[in-house]
């Protein structure tokens, strides 16, 4: 079985328009949360996001391309061009073909769809864009990445709500394992900060109506995020060939299902996907001194994934640094896990624990280290990094220093 | 076809073409203007837009029988459409 290096980053968020500004932003423990203004918030309760900041598509793309790309696969195509270049690739020949393209996104083209069916609902259009299907399908990322690089080996969206691009990175990983492919470009990609969208949120009543403040006792909520991240994988064996820079190893991927509620996340099935990755990465719980933690700042989501942190580490679970980035780019949903394995890796890289911002005061359900809001030093052998998404549907990723 | 319908048309089309003629006219064939079976659609839904008409198959307009050729076939199109919505 192949082992499997990170060897290109690429991210635009809230938080960061490329790897450079996120790390500065996570590692100092920045807060990106700010007001929507993608539309009009006046009559909505919810009217806070982590909006990717000063985007202008048509410094990245041309008029062609725009009428063609959706914003979330827009966002998916920039973070791939840095995470590309980052790592020195370019897809001629055989690695075209032994390259795989995994991408994740919990909904696709929401502007789209949101766009264009306004037109129809609200102002009595009669027709809609002819490229709205091709723009909206939630493959449309992974594809418009195959056609921009030119990769032609296996390629396939993951959706799975907030664990798509877990699964997405966790697939790619098991690619490369195999001997499927030698390169996998993965990852995932939001962009559904839309009137309907919001609405949707706004009435199951998760979304918090000032900050996001995970762990914290009287949290308001979700905030939801849009961006992308892009990682470069490459089996050990073809990244040390061709001398390439390594960030860290994937070492491992669980994934677990709760098959239990549509909404309400299950601490079983946290557990499980934790315990499936540590065995999967050959971890034992002792090895591990970070967790990015799916943290979303719920009432529902936050205990449960303290109980299952504390069932799975037990007495090692106090000594273990948790933190929720979510706190300072938002619930990227679809993006979030490659988001946050970017975060993850970062916060090995550097060996600081990135803070869970805007904390306030401990919740009594909530009773780990969760890095209130100041970045910490420390020594980070391996980490992990959560993902429990509605539907039930939970991965978990092993990450460790670079061989 | 100097009017204002060909000379709106006749925008469109060039706004769509990756191979931009110095001008356009009935004759210009829309292959060599750099204008696909993709910009196409998108060229149908902005005079749709524009002249608020329903554009269908070329073969199923009065007095068509063949496919969108030159600009020419175009503005026939839909000059036919205009006329029948009245």
Redesign the interface.
């Known amino acids: 079985m192949n082992r499997v290096v990170i060897t290109g980053l690429g991210v635009v968020s809230a938080l960061g328009r490329n790897v450079a500004e996120f790390r500065d932003g996570l590692l100092a423990g920045r807060c990106a949360i700010g007001p929507i203004t993608q539309f009009d918030t006046s009559d909505h309760q919810v009217r806070i996001g982590a909006e990717v900041p000063d985007y202008v598509p048509e410094e990245h793309f041309d008029k062609n391309q725009l ?1 063609q790309i959706d914003r979330f696969a827009q966002f998916a195509l920039l973070a791939t061009r840095e995470a590309v270049s980052d790592a020195g690739l370019s897809f001629e020949g055989e690695l075209a073909e032994r390259t795989a393209v995994v991408h994740g996104t919990g909904i696709g083209g929401q502007s789209t769809q949101d766009e264009n069916y306004h037109k129809l609902y609200a102002e009595g259009g ?2 809609v ?3 709205t299907i091709p723009k909206l399908m939630p493959n449309a990322g992974c594809s418009q990445i195959t056609m921009e690089f030119g990769i032609k080996g296996p390629a396939f969206t993951t959706a799975t709500a907030c664990s798509s691009s877990g699964h997405a990175i966790g697939l790619a990983m098991m690619l490369l394992r195999q001997g499927m492919a030698d390169v996998a470009v993965t990852g995932g990609a939001e962009a559904c900060l839309t009137h309907g969208t919001m609405r949707g949120w706004e009435a199951l009543r998760v979304a918090s109506k000032d900050t996001c403040s995970p762990f914290s006792n009287k949290r308001g909520g979700m905030v939801v995020g849009e961006g992308a991240a892009t990682l470069i994988l490459e089996t050990l064996e073809h990244a040390q060939a061709r001398g390439a820079k390594i960030y860290a190893e994937l070492l491992g991927f669980g994934m677990s299902a709760d098959a239990g509620n549509i909404v309400q996340p299950s601490m079983d099935g946290a557990v499980r996907a934790i315990r499936n990755c540590l065995k999967d990465a050959g971890l034992a719980t002792s090895d591990v001194q970070y967790i990015n933690a799916h943290g979303t700042g719920t009432p529902q989501n936050d205990p449960t994934e303290t109980a299952a942190i504390r069932t799975v580490f037990a007495e090692l679970a106090d000594g273990l640094a948790v933190s929720s980035t979510k706190s300072m780019h938002g619930h990227v949903l679809g993006g979030a896990a490659a988001v946050e394995a970017v975060a993850t890796v970062l916060a090995l890289n550097a060996q600081i624990a990135p803070p869970t911002a805007n904390f306030t005061e401990p919740d009594p359900k909530c009773d780990l280290d969760y890095v209130p809001n100041t970045p910490r030093p420390m020594a980070i052998k391996n980490a992990i990094s959560n993902s429990f998404a509605f539907g039930g549907l939970n991965t978990v990723l092993a990450f460790g220093r670079a061989p | 076809m100097s009017d204002q319908v060909s000379a709106d048309i006749f925008e469109i089309l060039l706004s769509h073409a990756e191979n931009k003629p110095e001008s356009m006219d009935a004759g210009t064939v829309l292959s060599e203007a750099g204008i696909d079976s993709l910009a196409l ?2 060229i ?2 902005d005079l ?2 524009k002249f608020d008409i ?1 554009i269908p198959n070329p073969d199923e307009i009065e007095g068509m029988d063949t496919a969108f050729e030159t600009a020419g076939d175009v503005v026939k199109a839909v000059k036919t459409l205009l006329d029948e919505k009245g």
Do not use: C, G, M, N
């Open positions: 009428a009669k027709r864009h002819p490229f | 659609v998108e149908i839904f749709e837009e329903t």
